[in-house]
């Protein structure tokens, strides 16, 4: 770091050139995009920690299920008002509001004594993360220098939302076996207060965006969605023909309809309807849903066939997801450049055919499977991933005015987050459908086949975005 002494001025006082203040820059990004790993990986960290769960806090086996439900409804149903809170009062300000209170609901997480208190602090901390995550994206987008930087920062994101399921089950078995449960909540503390600390002097406030806040149009996306959500969650409890899963449905479907018809006559909409008519963005959301469904259904069953059949400790059931993390980031270095060469598009379809090669195996597991199958299914999807985030990312943010980032932003979130709800939703339903008691392969086949056609759906989004590639990429 280069820098000059102040003329006139005290020995040792020193003044931050630009290169100096560009690293300060780099440095702030970073820690966004650590705060950003962490909100990730909450999705995740406690799976493998749940049977310790229940056991310390005495949880019955249909409120276990809210330990991770909690966490997703709220994240995946707030997510579209944290991205519109950010374009209207800042988005620094709005990621530093979400990140405190993500860090306090993980404290009272961790130091939960009842079933009731633990459900609390997770739907809270989902709250929290659908502030903060929005305006990641958000600042990273509108924070770079030039296109090859905001690539780069795009590329080492989707490699952060797209490993970090992966990283969340290694980390929470890790800290299972080496300490306790409480601790896959503890380990946010330090890293909340260190982002809190020291982005407000890296990253510099975006502007915020006059106008007025849509109140109705808050309400109808948010209940929306959680309805929505919590229909999904409940149909694998309850069925899909369940008077209560249809309601969720009717209610959810009912506010999605007030909030398109209210988008379409307000000054200040939280949804844009422009952000809907670009036919690359909405084929790009479809494949992210299809994409991150696939994968957390793919993480749901896995670990339990390598729990209840391979009978593995929480431990190693992390770690045999290691080769996931790994290709990922090994993918995120050179995907910019293949972007570059080959469109957005091309490498997207490339990336989802992969991975549906990489699932087509797990449909036949039987108990004479090598081990090594499981390996190379979980390298290839991994590969495919880190192949696949970052330019359906680049399609779903391209032409985004930077007033609208935020909320373009939240609306691919939020994507993300109800493809993995619905995801785990149709798997766990299939699975439960041909489950026979004690074994897993019966229902665990029908379920990866599930997984294997959410990923034909993500390839299906984008197939026919071939024909136009001067428009997409």
Same mark, same amino acid.
């Not at 939302?161 to 601790?183: C, E, F, P, V, Y």
């Given at each position: 770091m280069t820098s000059t002494i102040a003329a006139g001025g005290p020995a040792g006082t020193v003044r931050r050139s630009g290169n100096s203040r560009g690293r300060a820059g780099s440095i702030g990004l970073w820690l966004v995009m650590l705060a950003q790993l962490m909100l990730v990986l909450d999705a995740t960290v406690v799976n493998v920690a749940l049977p310790h769960i229940a056991t310390d806090l005495d949880f019955t086996r249909a409120q276990l299920s809210w330990v991770l439900n909690g966490y997703a409804v709220s994240f995946g149903g707030? =997510?579209? *008002? /944290? @991205?519109?809170?950010? +374009?209207?009062?800042?988005? %620094?300000? #709005?990621?530093?509001?979400? $990140?405190?209170?993500?860090?306090?609901?993980?404290?009272?997480?961790?130091?939960?004594?009842?079933?009731?208190?633990?459900?609390?602090?997770?739907?809270?901390?989902?709250?929290?993360?659908?502030?903060?995550?929005?305006?990641?994206?958000?600042l990273i987008t509108t924070s770079a220098r030039d296109d090859g930087a905001r690539n780069r920062a795009?590329?080492?994101?989707?490699?952060?939302?797209?490993?970090?399921?992966?990283?969340? =089950?290694? *980390? /929470? @078995?890790?800290?299972? +076996?080496?300490?306790?449960? %409480?601790? #896959?909540?503890?380990?946010? $503390?330090?890293?909340?207060?260190?982002?809190?600390?020291?982005?407000?002097?890296?990253?510099?406030?975006?502007p915020r965006r006059p106008g007025r806040f849509d109140i109705l149009g808050a309400v109808s996306a948010t209940g929306g969605a959680v309805a929505i959500v919590w229909a999904l969650i409940q149909a694998g409890d309850d069925g899909w023909s369940s008077p209560r899963t249809i309601g969720g449905f009717v209610v959810g479907a009912?506010?999605?309809?007030? =909030?398109?018809?209210?988008?379409?006559?307000?000054?200040h909409p939280l949804l844009h309807p422009q952000l809907l008519?670009?036919?690359?963005?909405?084929?790009?959301?479809?494949?992210?849903?299809?994409?991150?469904?696939?994968?957390?259904?793919?993480?749901?069953?896995?670990?339990?066939?390598?729990?209840?059949?391979?009978?593995?400790?929480?431990?190693?059931?992390?770690?045999?997801?290691?080769?996931?993390?790994?290709?990922?980031?090994?993918?995120?270095?050179?995907?910019?450049?293949?972007?570059?060469?080959?469109?957005?598009?091309?490498?997207?379809?490339?990336?989802?055919?992969?991975?549906?090669?990489?699932?087509?195996?797990?449909?036949?597991l039987s108990a004479n499977t090598p081990f090594a199958i499981v390996m190379v299914a979980l390298l290839l999807t991994g590969i495919s991933a880190g192949m696949t985030f970052m330019p359906l990312t680049t399609l779903a943010l391209r032409n985004v005015e930077p007033g609208h980032a935020g909320s373009a932003s939240g609306l691919f979130q939020t994507m993300q987050q109800l493809g993995g709800a619905v995801g785990l939703a149709i798997v766990a339903s299939t699975y439960a459908a041909f489950a026979t008691p004690g074994d897993f392969l019966t229902g665990g086949r029908a379920g990866f086949w599930s997984a294997t056609i959410l990923s034909a759906l993500a390839l299906a989004a984008v197939v026919g975005l071939v024909i136009r590639p001067r428009k997409v990429g």
């Open positions: 707030l =997510l579209l *008002l /944290g @991205g519109r809170i950010g +374009d209207v009062f800042g988005r %620094r300000r #709005t990621f530093l509001l979400g $990140v405190a209170v993500f860090t306090v609901f993980s404290l009272l997480g961790g130091l939960a004594t009842s079933p009731l208190l633990l459900v609390i602090a997770r739907a809270l901390q989902g709250l929290g993360a659908a502030f903060a995550a929005p305006s990641v994206l958000a795009l590329a080492l994101f989707s490699a952060v939302a797209s490993m970090g399921g992966a990283l969340g =089950l290694i *980390l /929470g @078995g890790l800290l299972t +076996d080496m300490a306790n449960w %409480r601790w #896959t909540l503890f380990i946010n $503390v330090p890293i909340g207060v260190a982002v809190l600390i020291a982005v407000p002097r890296l990253v510099a406030e975006t009912a506010l999605i309809t007030v =909030l398109a018809f209210t988008e379409r006559r307000v000054a008519r670009s036919p690359s963005r909405v084929a790009a959301l479809a494949a992210m849903a299809a994409t991150y469904g696939g994968m957390l259904a793919m993480f749901f069953l896995m670990v339990q066939y390598l729990e209840n059949d391979l009978h593995l400790t929480p431990l190693l059931t992390g770690l045999a997801f290691l080769p996931m993390p790994l290709s990922i980031f090994a993918m995120s270095r050179i995907v910019p450049r293949l972007v570059e060469r080959f469109g957005a598009v091309r490498l997207v379809m490339l990336g989802a055919a992969l991975r549906v090669v990489a699932f087509l195996p797990l449909t036949q």
